[in-house]
């Protein structure tokens, strides 16, 4: 997989999951992250919160799923989260 793919993936899409990433590219989510650390640093794209109780207290939510990232610099607020499915 290449940088550009997984950013212009992430362009069309505007927000992706890791899981979403692995399974579009057929990559190991531990490769995916690696690849989207690197387009944090470049102020790419950014990683969208979830809110505190996703994944933390029910254990349905599988990390790949609910960790998510999205096209661009985050915002100054830093307001954008996301909820889990089965909220």
Request: net charge negative.
């Amino acid at each position: 997989v290449i940088l550009t793919d997984i950013g212009n993936y992430l362009r069309e899409r505007q927000c992706a999951s890791v899981a979403d990433i692995a399974n579009r590219f057929d990559a190991d989510p531990e490769a995916v992250r690696d690849m989207l650390s690197i387009l944090v640093r470049k102020q790419r794209i950014h990683r969208v919160r979830t809110l505190t109780g996703c994944g933390s207290s029910c254990r349905k939510c599988d990390s790949a799923a609910t960790e998510l990232y999205a096209w661009g610099r985050q915002s100054e607020e830093g307001l954008e989260q996301a909820a889990c499915p089965d909220s």
